[in-house]
C-alpha cells in the first residue's frame, strides 16, 4: 500500500515558467490537501481538495495559483509565470475522510526552485 | 490573529525525557496536532487531541488543556532517530486548515 506520492521531488524553473505539482493520495483516500513550507517558515495551509471538487482554497494566491483534483488521476497544483518567492516545498497530504480527527499522510514534497 | 508558539530548539540526552510545548491563540478550536519531521522529508503523525488531558501512545503523549490554549509533547526513553523537528498545529476551522508553528528543533546527544 503505497503511501501518498508526489512527484517531481526537485523542480527546477526559470522565473515566468509554469510548475506543475503532482499528487496521488494513498488508496481510498478522496480527501486532498496541499500545503507549502517556506525556508525558516511553517506550513502554510494552500487548498483543500476532494475529488472533483475545490471544498476550500482560501490560502491559496489568487493570482497564478490553481489546484485541481480530477476524478481520474492525480491532484495537481499549477503555478504560473513562476516567481523566486515561489521557491518552497509543497507537501500534499491525503485522507480517508473529511472528520477533523482524521489522520492525514503527507507526501515527501516536492522541493520548487526558481532561477 | 492566528499564532502558535513552540520553543525553536531543544537539546536532550538519549534516554531521557523531553517536553515540548506549544501555546496557541487561535479563532476557533477544532483539535491540536503533533507531527515529526525529519530534515528533508515529510511530516508524519504523532497525536491529535481535541479535548483536555493526556493521551499516551507508546513512548509519546500529548497533553491539552484548552482553557489555557497549551499543549505539550512528551517524548520518553529518547533515541538518537528521535532528533528531527516537533510540530504543532492547530484546526481553527471546520475543514483541515491547520494553522501550524514553526516547530521545534530537537538533537538527542548520546
Known amino acids: 500500500n503505497a503511501g501518498v506520492m508526489q512527484n517531481p521531488r526537485h523542480l527546477v524553473r526559470r522565473r515566468g515558467q509554469e510548475a506543475r505539482l503532482r499528487c496521488s493520495p494513498m488508496?481510498?483516500?478522496?480527501?486532498v490537501y496541499w500545503y507549502r513550507q517556506l525556508p525558516e517558515e511553517g506550513l502554510k495551509f494552500m487548498v483543500y481538495?476532494?475529488?472533483?471538487?475545490?471544498?476550500?482554497e482560501s490560502g491559496m494566491p489568487k493570482e497564478r495559483f490553481s489546484a485541481e483534483f480530477p476524478k481520474e488521476g492525480p491532484s495537481i497544483l499549477r503555478i504560473q509565470q513562476v516567481v523566486r518567492g515561489d521557491s518552497a516545498a509543497y507537501f500534499c497530504?491525503?485522507?480517508?475522510?473529511?472528520?477533523?480527527?482524521?489522520?492525514?499522510?503527507f507526501g515527501q514534497g516536492t522541493r520548487l526552485t526558481v532561477v | 490573529g492566528q499564532n502558535i508558539d513552540q520553543p525553536t530548539e531543544m537539546t536532550a540526552t538519549e534516554g531521557a525525557i523531553v517536553q515540548i510545548n506549544c501555546t496557541y491563540q487561535?479563532?476557533?478550536?477544532?483539535?491540536l496536532f503533533w507531527y515529526q519531521q525529519h530534515a528533508g522529508e515529510a511530516p508524519t503523525f504523532l497525536s491529535y487531541?481535541?479535548l483536555d488531558g493526556l493521551e499516551e501512545k507508546g513512548r509519546f503523549s500529548s497533553f491539552l488543556s484548552r482553557s489555557k490554549g497549551y499543549s505539550y509533547l512528551l517524548l520518553k526513553e529518547l533515541q538518537m532517530k528521535d532528533s528531527a523537528s516537533y510540530l504543532c498545529?492547530?484546526?481553527?476551522?471546520?475543514?483541515?486548515?491547520?494553522?501550524w508553528g514553526l516547530g521545534t528543533s530537537l538533537a538527542v546527544n548520546p
Open positions: 497530504a491525503s485522507s480517508q475522510g473529511g472528520g477533523l480527527n482524521t489522520e492525514a499522510f
Open positions: 488508496k481510498g483516500h478522496s480527501h
Open positions: 481538495l476532494q475529488k472533483e471538487n475545490i471544498i476550500d
Open positions: 487561535t479563532s476557533g478550536f477544532n483539535g
Open positions: 487531541n481535541v
Open positions: 498545529a492547530v484546526n481553527a476551522g471546520n475543514n483541515r486548515k491547520l494553522i
